[in-house]
């Protein structure tokens, strides 16, 4: 593979990101302090928009009904070029950014202990760049933004491509926080359908006169044991598992509504589809055994995760061309620390970039840009910007993302994000090359939402926890707001 040129459009990328490095720390760390979980992400889009419009970029918020999506346009002619992340956070997740045990920042309260904040100022750091490049070098093309709540969902990317938002665009990028510095090809992540089950019965008094009462609760039981016994008859790859989020008020009522929420998973989006309609057959069983009345609500539905062969080879250059973060001593052993806490090998932080991976490999979990990376040809990087063992999800993932290690770790990625994307728009060739990869990587299969044509997303998810937390979580917002120049 040759080697990249870093050409004078390209170096003034770098330096613009460079010369901002300070601004774009600040940005995450206000996203982090914000630690909005999905859906609630009102101050987190609140500031990528303002951040945005500030640079010239022209907004429209909420998109198919997500309150907290947004779109930021700049630029005319082709190519279309769409930048995608997420910045929402967790439930349970709070945890003081530095401090070596768990402890949360407000007790109970959501936060990131993933780094979805990263995502978003990679993608926005690395949109300014571009902007800021192509004006000063006449570059033409259009830049999109696409602001995309609830990843942690994996909700809101399947309704925009349904609705429209993805028709013009050429290519897509996505960035995501890591513990190297890489790129990947081929189907890297599995299809997913959650939905609701619920079922409607009749109340009673549970010990006067039981059979008065039809008990929702026992047809979410008999769906569950249903699937349970499905499970011997599922392809190996296929994945099924749920939570019950009502089951009654208290037990001397016979329940009158019940609910179950499952997520299915397989490697395609007709395996999954299978298995869904399977467990709605299950759980119309578990209805007419227990005279309750099903409702089925699909929460999301997500093809893979597919990463274009082309795009991984343009992002690998940029990747090799600008190199990892250089670490400091002092970052090298808070890592360390940062290991130790989470019982890890202490190894401290890479040195070297990662050769491109691909074909593959999957893995078990789902990313609701799978739907984009069907419609159009999709890159992915992941930038150096956690330490290697913490675990996703976990108080210890939460340590160094306000540290140095992240604020290093963003401005790389920007850099790759900014230079592979300024790769397709100075290159008119690459792009049809894209293009005619990813026409053989479909190899014949039509994408199609798996979304049903009216669905509405239900933005409430997490409301009433931000009700509770959001004041105490107000109190931790930096004053301080990024101003890029
Ligand atoms: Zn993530």
Request: proline share 6%.
């Amino acid at each position: 593979m040759n080697k990249i040129v870093i050409g004078t459009e390209k170096q003034s990328a770098f330096s613009y990101i460079d010369r901002n490095a300070e601004q774009i720390a600040l940005l995450s760390d206000n996203l982090f302090w914000f630690g909005e979980p999905s859906l609630q992400e009102y101050e987190s889009s609140a500031l990528l928009i303002e951040v945005l419009e500030a640079a010239g970029f022209t907004t429209e918020k909420g998109l198919s009904g997500f309150d907290t999506a947004f779109l930021a346009t700049w630029g005319e002619g082709g190519p279309v070029i769409a930048l995608h992340a997420e910045y929402d956070g967790l439930p349970e997740n709070s945890q003081q950014p530095g401090v070596l045990k768990k402890e949360p920042i407000v007790e109970g309260a959501p936060g990131h202990c993933e780094g979805h904040h990263a995502n978003a100022t990679v993608m926005t750091a690395s949109a300014l760049a571009l902007k800021h490049t192509m004006e000063q070098h006449g570059l033409s093309g259009t830049l999109k933004v696409v602001g995309a709540p609830a990843e942690e969902l994996a909700l809101s990317r399947p309704y925009f491509v349904r609705d429209g938002y993805f028709n013009d665009v050429d290519l897509a990028f996505h960035n995501h926080i890591g513990m190297d510095f890489h790129t990947e090809y081929d189907v890297v992540q599995i299809a997913c359908i959650a939905a609701d089950f619920t079922f409607l019965g009749e109340t009673a008094h549970a010990g006067l006169a039981p059979w008065r009462g039809r008990d929702a609760l026992d047809a979410v039981v008999l769906m569950d044991v249903g699937l349970a016994q499905f499970r011997e008859h599922m392809e190996p790859e296929l994945r099924a598992h749920r939570v019950i989020t009502h089951g009654g008020t208290q037990p001397n009522i016979i329940p009158e509504k019940a609910s179950v929420w499952w997520m299915f998973r397989h490697p395609e989006a007709a395996g999954v589809t299978s298995l869904f309609e399977q467990a709605k057959n299950i759980a119309e069983g578990a209805a007419l055994m227990t005279k309750t009345r099903l409702e089925v609500n699909v929460r999301s539905a997500v093809w893979p995760l597919r990463c274009n062969q082309t795009m991984a080879d343009v992002m690998q250059r940029n990747i090799e061309a600008i190199g990892m973060p250089q670490w400091s001593g002092e970052e090298l052993a808070f890592a360390r620390e940062v290991q130790k806490a989470a019982g890890q090998p202490a190894d401290g932080l890479l040195e070297n970039v990662t050769p491109l991976t691909g074909p593959g490999p999957l893995i078990g979990a789902s990313n609701d840009c799978g739907d984009i990376s069907w419609k159009v040809p999709m890159g992915r990087v992941w930038f150096p910007g956690t330490v290697p063992g913490v675990s996703f999800h976990n108080w210890t993932a939460g340590i160094p993302l306000t540290s140095s290690i992240t604020h290093k770790g963003t401005v790389v990625g920007a850099k790759a994000l900014a230079g592979a994307a300024l790769d397709f728009y100075m290159e008119p060739k690459l792009v049809a090359d894209a293009k005619e990869t990813f026409k053989k990587e479909l190899n014949g299969i039509t994408y199609e939402p798996m979304l049903p044509a009216d669905q509405q997303p239900d933005c409430t998810v997490n409301q009433e926890l931000m009700e509770r937390f959001r004041d105490p979580m107000r109190a931790h917002y930096l004053a301080e707001k990024p101003r890029f120049t």
